[in-house]
Every structure is written in C-alpha cells, then in structure tokens.
C-alpha cells in the first residue's frame, strides 16, 4: 500500500494465497518470478521468510535461508531492489525503520537494503510512543515487559492495513515504512 500511496502500480507474488491483498496479486514462487519477469518492473520489493532470524523462532533451522539467494537474484535483474526484513537478518547494508518515525503506536523494527540507497535521515522515537504495541505471533492483550500486544482485533487499525486481518499483519510491515522508501525510490528512479 506504500509503495501504491507514493505513486506506484503495483503487483504482489507470493508462494500462497493472498485473499485480502488490494492489488494484482500473481500466486507463484516469487524468486522464480523475478527471474522470469523482474526486467519488467521499475523496481522489485522483496520480503523473504523471516523465520530464520527472527527471536520468535524457536528452531531457526527449520526454516529456509532465502536471504542470501534472494539478494543474488535482485543483484542478476539489473533493476532497482529493496530487501525488507527483521533485524537479525543478514542484510550488508541500508537502514532501520520503527513505527515511531511515523507516529505509529508500533514498535516494528526492520532493516531496509536497497541498491540505492544506504541511510536516511529518520531516527526512533520511542519516548513518544510511550508503551508501544507489538503486533506479533498469537497474542493479543497479553503485555510483555517491553511492549503491550494490544488488542489483536486493532492490529490493521495500529498498523495502518485496514483491509488485513490481524494474522495478516503479523506478516506484514506498516504501509507509512514503504510509501517513505517509494518516494525516495521516485526521486533515485528521476534522478
């Protein structure tokens, strides 16, 4: 939704359905599809499984390491890239975003790698957020020591996803982190 609030078309790939995705959605393989078609695009966002770097995962070995392949896949298309994931990732380099940049209640920390862009002038604010909201997992009004998990029924309204289920958004990055790269990728894309 970011990306498309900045001023792009948009089109989502993704292994399993996504029924409640706003945009043209392609259910495929999504390293494959960059193969096939990324040249056909102005840019290529990706967002590999995050699992296995994630603290929520339990056993990080369970599950694949997409991170590396997907980085060469971007790098061999030739076209301007962004790598979104949870801070533990292996990214190169680029920058972290939080919701208390944008004045969301989230604390939602995630590293940016981009072919074009490495820092930004944004810095967390936490002591404006107050006790932040975490969107994650299965939980919902149970409090951590850090965070309040709010009210699960509230995770699109905290996150700014309306059209997402709360499940939805525990997958997901807020809309206000992707419309501030997308206007930032306007301005690399014209420069």
């Avoid at 290529?44 to 770097?53: E, G, K, L, V, W």
């Avoid at 820092?119 to 409090?143: S, Y």
């Avoid at 998990?149 to 700014?160: I, L, N, Q, S, T």
């Amino acid at each position: 939704m970011g990306y498309h609030r900045a001023g792009f078309e948009i089109v989502g790939v993704d292994n399993k359905p996504q029924p409640n995705y706003p945009f043209t959605f392609i259910q495929a393989d999504a390293l494959d599809y960059v193969v096939e078609h990324g040249h056909q695009f102005d840019a290529i966002h990706a967002s590999p499984p995050c699992q296995r770097y994630s603290v929520m995962s339990r056993n990080h070995t369970d599950h694949p390491d997409l991170y590396a392949p997907t980085r060469e896949l971007l790098l061999a298309s030739g076209q301007p890239w962004i790598i979104e994931n949870v801070i533990g990732a292996p990214y190169g380099y680029g920058f972290v975003l939080c919701g208390s940049m944008f004045n969301l209640v989230v604390r939602r920390h995630r590293n940016f790698e981009t072919s074009w862009l490495h820092l930004m002038g944004l810095r967390c604010d936490h002591a404006k957020q107050g006790r932040p909201i975490t969107v994650t997992g299965h939980g919902g009004g149970v409090a951590s020591r850090h965070s309040d998990r709010g009210v699960k029924a509230e995770w699109p309204d905290y996150m700014g996803m309306a059209w997402a289920s709360p499940k939805e958004c525990t997958q997901a990055i807020p809309p206000a982190y992707t419309e501030y790269i997308g206007h930032e990728l306007i301005k690399a894309l014209k420069g």
